[in-house]
């Protein structure tokens, strides 16, 4: 299994996703690939926001390596599943799509906990939404995604 992580900058969100899901798939020996992408290539090559990579590593995680990239048309190809973290993201990976079976692979990633209710993971770079919620919101997504919850 093969997944990707999207949000608008790959610089806070997706990371931690990535960070989170990753740390899931080695704990249960699942063998799976995951990565993380943003929807704009403002942050290309930049590591996560230190924000995220403080609160990563409060539970254990390691993400100070990842560098941001933009989201490209091969990751369809690539990935199995696509996780989006809002609304705005999935209309622009979507956008993207060449036809419904790459569009079918896009899913919002709280949907995993409540499905169909399409519940963003809010953006938490200027602080209205602290990280440690995003964190704790992704992880729970995480979990429903490795089959644990």
């Not at 390691?62 to 990935?79: A, L, V």
């Not at 440690?132 to 644990?148: F, H, R, S, T, W």
Request: include cysteine.
């Amino acid at each position: 299994m093969k997944v990707l992580m999207v949000c608008l900058g790959n610089i806070c969100r997706s990371p931690l996703a990535e960070g989170i899901l990753q740390q899931k798939i080695n704990n249960l020996s699942l063998g799976w690939e995951v990565d993380s992408a943003g929807t704009s290539s403002l942050h290309a090559g930049e590591k996560p926001d230190i924000r995220s990579i403080q609160v990563a590593k409060t539970n254990g995680i390691d993400i100070s390596n990842q560098r941001s990239r933009p989201f490209r048309g091969w990751d369809f190809e690539t990935f199995d599943w696509i996780y989006v973290m809002d609304s705005s993201n999935y209309r622009d990976v979507i956008a993207m799509a060449q036809s419904e079976k790459e569009k079918a692979k896009v899913k919002l990633i709280m949907n995993e906990l409540v499905p169909g209710k399409n519940i963003a993971v809010p953006d938490p770079y200027y602080g209205e939404f602290g990280f440690e919620n995003v964190y704790k919101m992704l992880d729970q997504a995480c979990d429903k995604i490795v089959g644990l919850n």
